[in-house]
């Protein structure tokens, strides 16, 4: 008899999720099956709902974000025993032998495939993973504060990184990915500039606590000038204001996968080695270095809690800023 699980199944972009039950996955060769514990709601779930992403393969069970149990192991698989605890990333696979790959940046391979968005993902009772991109999870957190550091943590740790030794750092839009990178900039001795949309004061304040040494709305000028700025909101126009706000030489990241359109502006606020980059998905390091170093700083993350068939709720709580942190949804409310 083939067991059956609930997920959330996006039919096509533009519709709801629809609650449905599925035959559980088995795990082919390298791969593990996942008892989903929680899984985290990123903004790429709406891009991916919005139509904004190219070629979704569809339908599809969204949600990048997995912390889970191994459930049972295919073939070919070494290192991963029942009962353990791992998390699943975005970057779910990729081929191993392009130069990007090769490279050690498999986070740009042509071919590479991400969970939730071309794999099923977690926002279902059970998920199947390749093991190669499964990483140990510290058996004793709680799994819902610990799904957010699988994306918004992680990626926003690889954007962290492309701001190389900046000592003053601003962080436009702070939602679930700035809350984590904050709590690491502070720890690694940065000075943290935090804007929000225009009279956000809630989102102004959860910064200051979390120890942003300013807080204030996107088109204001920083206290000080910015050595770099990492924009987490998917809001182009973001790019020439945070282009002003940092100093010669400066660097601004472009740290989501989707974004509005930046507007044109002026070739003297790019003057000065000013630099605009992007960061695309992660490797499987960034995902080892962050893992080891967030118990250390230690990251807090704040999360909201929802049953898997509130996902729509959640997705609609994250598109209007109704909550600080991280929405997550978590299987097992009992
Ligand atoms: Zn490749
Ligand atoms: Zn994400």
Same mark, same amino acid.
């Given at each position: ?21 599925? +035959? ?14 929680? $899984?985290?709601? %990123? ?10 992403? +190219? ?14 149990? &191994?459930? !049972? ?8 025993? +029942? ?11 990729? $081929? *191993?032998?392009?130069?990007? $790959? ?6 740009? %391979? ?15 009772? @059970? ?23 699988? %994306? ?12 190389? *030794? !900046?000592?003053?750092?601003?962080? @436009?839009?702070? *939602? ?24 956000? &004061?809630? !989102? ?8 942003? #040494? ?24 973001? &790019? ?5 706000? #940092?100093?010669? *030489? ?24 000013? %630099?605009?980059?992007? &960061? ?25 809690? @929802? ?28």
């Amino acid at each position: 008899m083939t067991q059956t699980m609930r997920a959330m199944l996006l039919g096509e972009p533009g519709q709801p999720l629809r609650l449905v039950t599925l +035959p559980v996955p088995n795990p082919a060769a390298g791969q593990v099956l996942l008892k989903v514990e929680a $899984c985290g709601v %990123c903004r790429t779930d709406l891009h991916l709902i919005d139509g904004e992403l +190219p070629e979704p393969k569809l339908p599809i069970v969204p949600g990048h974000e997995i912390v889970g149990r &191994v459930a !049972a192991v295919g073939a070919n698989v070494a290192g991963f025993a +029942p009962g353990q605890r791992v998390g699943v990333p975005w970057l779910g696979w990729s $081929c *191993g032998r392009c130069r990007h $790959c090769l490279g050690g940046r498999e986070n740009l %391979c042509g071919q590479a495939r991400f969970t939730g968005y071309q794999i099923n993902g977690g926002y279902a009772e @059970y998920t199947v993973a390749d093991a190669r991109y499964c990483f140990p999870m510290d058996e004793a957190a709680d799994a819902a504060e610990a799904a957010p550091l699988l %994306c918004a943590g992680l990626i926003g740790y690889r954007a962290l990184t492309m701001a190389g *030794g !900046a000592s003053t750092l601003g962080i @436009y839009g702070f *939602g679930a990915a700035a809350h984590i990178v904050s709590q690491v900039a502070r720890h690694q001795g940065r000075r943290v500039h935090a804007f929000t949309r225009r009279g956000d &004061v809630e !989102a102004q304040g959860f910064a200051r606590e979390l120890g942003a #040494v300013w807080a204030g709305d996107s088109d204001q000028a920083p206290p000080e000038p910015l050595d770099a700025a990492l924009i987490f909101a998917p809001v182009g126009g973001l &790019v020439p204001r945070a282009l002003t706000a #940092v100093d010669k *030489g400066g660097t601004v990241v472009c740290a989501g996968i989707h974004m509005s359109d930046i507007p044109s502006f002026p070739y003297r606020i790019l003057w000065g080695e000013r %630099c605009i980059r992007s &960061v695309a998905n992660l490797t499987r390091r960034d995902g080892e270095e962050f893992l080891a170093l967030a118990p250390r700083v230690p990251v807090r993350t704040e999360v909201r809690r @929802y049953a898997l068939e509130q996902a729509a709720e959640a997705l609609d709580d994250l598109r209007h800023g109704r909550f600080r942190g991280a929405a997550v949804l978590v299987m097992d409310r009992g």
